[in-house]
């Protein structure tokens, strides 16, 4: 038997030990997994307007050298690496551009993790924020069919054609490409009804929200994650402009009855609350806590600080596949807290929870080479979100009660997930 | 607050501190910015520190020197000093404090020498140069060597004399955080006229300067020099340990982090105070106002995360 026969019987009896044990034990932590990135190349097919990668290029691909010794490190690492289950992330550029590097990897994965007994064998998934336009690809349909239940897609959406193509247009011509991804969204949403899909906004997407949130509901997309870019793009009036389409979004969603079957992320009963000092003075973003990996094999706290990310600030290169992890390197990101970070304005905010930041956007913005600033170009859209998620959660709770539906919504609703970066 | 202002006089001015000072070439401060440095000095109430080169300096630049209340960090040989740094280990005598810049190789091989040395200085302060460099074997080293120049300092202690050694007399006396302040308490001004958070910095990376004698001084996040806001040591009573910010932008990129030999380093020194005090005691009264060393279960507080609030 060649090794490739030999990989494909394992496969199938990995598979088989997998279906077998799916559902009996419960083997997934999500709250308690390593987030490990590969970012397998910096190319993509689209050039969207609001990406924060302003290195990419087409240049960058990872070799399978340096892929199989990042797993080599990464799974020798186990007495440090302690969490219950691990996601491995795969990111691009555009992921599935390099679909076969990543089946090899994730191939070598499994094999290595079973061959060493590894604690995260039965507890690893594969995860993909992917533009979908190869989704339906035989390559990419292959790979998925043989990682079921081990797997994580989210195909990124933004709304409605307008709204879409305003930013995720084709980097050879300009063209918008909102045809070529929603002709996969009903393939993906067989594959993976329970999945969301994610929406970021910036300056320019305001007016288009209620559309776009509404028409990815009528796509049969039941969660839609939406996040404002962090960087500081946001003008004049964006605030107002931003509450009143959460505050129409909001009517839409209550008058229409979507909330019963439908999330939508930006409204949530957790936000606008004030932070205590010591009790709610955690880290917002799990920088440190994830590894990525880039093409050279250098490692990074999160991908956000790798060279193509950043605008104004050198990498922060915490290690390579060589010479392992400098842990030093990793202190500052594991001691660092809310207090410590933030503005006095911040630390006294009344509005303060679900108002987030991310660690690689502080350290690109900040006045000096720190991870310590956090950068606060939200607050005002922050705010805004408040108002009318305060506005959302009345006016529901009221109707509900008034229906006598509220104790049962309660039980039942919907759960979204706050999306941060 | 700022209370100190570090003068270097030349581009030659000797390292007193962790960082090496490799120039060779002697360009003395312009005298006008000296001038300038001095009446700054004076004007934000600042204690003048001035860190000499290995020459004599002219006439008018002693006069400026003599014009403001200050310190004098010399290197060892020259006269008239208030500190005299000896680089690398050799044997000396002086009746002012010494700092000695040895690294942890010159230390462990010189322990019994130094040991001799305390009962010929009013006072040692030993600087490691090479901090960042040591290993778990120099850990166990260090840990024996500090137990050995222990004895002998209780031995003296037991004579009647007050021997001070910074790595294991200073926790002994400290109530409270007791770090160099570079940033918060002090800063450093360049022969170029330019303040830096301190030598250095400076050394490392002429660009890296925090405002000049012209502008003033424009600390950006200078928060992040003050113990307040550097999660590790906040949690810390290695009290005698200098925090060196330096040494935490150079390990692990964060001016408020340290990396874990300063942290083991630190903490084996406070563990060996600890000792020091308890056996001192065994002889009679002994800083009666000073509370016993706690014992602790770990070198690195980063280690003991999980239990900070
Ligand atoms: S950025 Fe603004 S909204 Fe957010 S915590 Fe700070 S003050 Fe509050
Ligand atoms: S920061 Fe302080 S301890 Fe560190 S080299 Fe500078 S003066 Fe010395
Ligand atoms: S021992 Fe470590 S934590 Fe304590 S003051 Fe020194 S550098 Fe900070």
Redesign the interface.
């Given at each position: 038997m060649n090794s490739h026969e030999l990989l494909l019987l394992y496969n199938s009896f990995v598979h088989l030990i997998m279906s077998g044990l799916k559902g009996l034990q419960g083997e997934w932590h999500e709250e308690a997994s390593k987030n490990i990135t590969f970012i397998v190349t910096k190319d993509c097919q689209l050039a969207c307007k609001y990406c924060y990668l302003v290195g990419k290029n087409t240049k960058e691909r990872m070799s399978w050298k340096t892929a199989k010794q990042a797993v080599d490190y990464i799974l020798s690492c186990e007495k440090d690496m302690t969490e219950d289950s691990v996601i491995f992330d795969f990111i691009g550029g555009e992921p599935f551009l390099e679909i076969s590097l990543i089946d090899r990897i994730c191939d070598y994965l499994k094999m290595r993790m079973y061959e060493l007994n590894h604690h995260w064998f039965n507890s690893y998934r594969f995860s993909f924020t992917t533009n979908g336009l190869n989704y339906d690809s035989p390559k990419v349909q292959q790979f998925i069919a043989k990682n079921d239940h081990h797997l994580s897609i989210v195909i990124t959406i933004d709304g409605n054609k307008l709204k879409h193509n305003l930013n995720r247009i084709y980097k050879k011509d300009g063209k918008g490409s909102y045809d070529d991804v929603v002709k996969n969204i009903p393939l993906w949403l067989e594959q993976f009804p329970e999945f969301g899909t994610k929406v970021t906004i910036s300056s320019a997407d305001i007016p288009y929200i209620k559309e776009s949130v509404l028409h990815l509901f009528g796509l049969g997309i039941h969660e839609v994650n939406i996040n404002v870019v962090f960087e500081n793009v946001w003008k004049e009036g964006d605030d107002k402009r931003f509450e009143e389409q959460l505050m129409q979004l909001a009517d839409a969603i209550i008058d229409g009855g979507f909330y019963e079957d439908y999330v939508c992320s930006f409204y949530s009963e957790n936000i606008g609350k004030p932070l205590d000092l010591v009790l709610e003075n955690q880290n917002w973003c799990g920088a440190g806590m994830m590894l990525s990996i880039d093409a050279l094999g250098n490692f990074y706290p999160c991908t956000r600080f790798a060279a193509y990310s950043l605008r104004s600030k050198k990498p922060i290169i915490i290690g390579n596949v060589r010479d392992g992890i400098d842990k030093n390197k990793l202190r500052p990101f594991l001691t660092l807290d809310r207090t410590t970070q933030s503005r006095q304005e911040c630390i006294d905010c009344e509005v303060a929870s679900g108002c987030a930041w991310c660690q690689g956007e502080n350290y690109d913005a900040a006045d000096t080479n720190t991870i310590y600033q956090r950068a606060t170009a939200i607050c005002k859209m922050h705010k805004a979100r408040v108002r009318a998620n305060n506005y959302y959660w009345n006016k529901l709770y009221r109707k509900l009660e008034l229906e006598g539906m509220r104790e049962e919504f309660e039980k039942s609703k919907p759960k979204s997930n706050d999306v941060i970066c | 607050m700022l209370q100190y202002l570090i003068i270097l006089l030349d581009e030659t001015s000797t390292s007193f501190c962790h960082y090496e000072n490799a120039n060779q070439e002697r360009k003395l401060m312009p005298l006008d910015v000296l001038k300038e440095g001095v009446r700054f000095g004076m004007m934000e109430n600042l204690m003048i520190q001035f860190v000499y080169p290995d020459y004599e300096l002219p006439q008018a630049y002693q006069e400026v020197v003599e014009s403001i209340d200050h310190s004098k960090i010399k290197p060892y040989g020259q006269e008239d000093a208030d500190v005299l740094i000896v680089n690398g280990f050799q044997k000396v005598k002086a009746d002012v404090p010494v700092v000695l810049r040895i690294t942890k190789q010159e230390l462990f091989v010189h322990q019994e020498e130094i040991a001799v040395m305390l009962g010929d200085v009013p006072r040692l302060n030993v600087v490691l140069t090479d901090v960042e460099a040591f290993a778990e074997a120099d850990f166990e080293t260090y840990k024996k060597v500090l137990a050995g120049l222990s004895s002998e300092v209780e031995k003296l202690y037991v004579d009647g004399k007050s021997p001070q050694l910074n790595l294991l007399t200073d926790r002994m006396m400290l109530s409270q955080m007791n770090n160099c302040g570079a940033g918060d308490t002090s800063i450093t001004l360049a022969p170029n006229g330019k303040f830096y958070v301190c030598p250095a910095f400076y050394y490392e990376n002429e660009a890296d300067s925090i405002g000049d004698l012209e502008h003033g001084l424009g600390i950006?996040?200078k928060q992040?020099y003050k113990l307040e806001?550097a999660?590790?040591c906040r949690h810390c009573d290695a009290w005698q340990c200098k925090r060196c910010v330096w040494l935490n932008c150079k390990?692990?990129?964060?001016?408020?982090?340290?990396?874990?030999?300063q942290c083991v380093v630190a903490h084996l020194e406070r563990n060996a105070s600890r000792e020091l005090l308890r056996s001192i005691r065994q002889h009679g009264t002994f800083l009666p106002e000073r509370e016993e060393i706690k014992e602790i279960d770990y070198l690195d507080p980063?280690d003991k995360?999980d239990t900070w609030?």
């Open positions: - | 950006k996040n992040l806001y999660p590790i390990t692990t990129l964060e001016v408020n982090t340290p990396s874990h030999e980063f995360r609030q």
